[in-house]
């Protein structure tokens, strides 16, 4: 049995040290859950990108305040695209956003 102990000591320290490594260069613990990123979008049928921008931002914005009086948040634009053409003579776009933590 007393072989045994030393081993065991030794393999808790080495377990020890490599999560603590991890935890000091950032790297994930175990259990830990990553932060779920909130995305928007907004459209415009008229092909304006800004009032597309504009329909994200107020969502994001809606949202936050439901939690927080006077919210401000960082943003960031994830995805543009849009339609353009066809018999319609479309011109739609929309934008996706996501909060910056």
Known sequence: MRRLVLPSLLAAL??????YAQER???AQPGQVAAKV?????S???GNVQLALNDALTK?????SKTVADAQFRWQ??????????????????????IVP
């Open 38 to 42: 909130q995305t928007f979008s907004g």
């Open 60 to 64: 994001a914005q809606q949202a936050l």
């Open 25 to 27: 260069v950032g790297g």
């Open 14 to 19: 080495a377990l020890t040290l490599v999560l």
């Open 77 to 98: 634009l994830d995805t543009v695209s849009g339609t353009r053409g066809g018999i319609t003579g479309s011109q739609a776009v929309d934008v996706v956003i996501h």
């Open 44 to 46: 415009n049928v008229d």
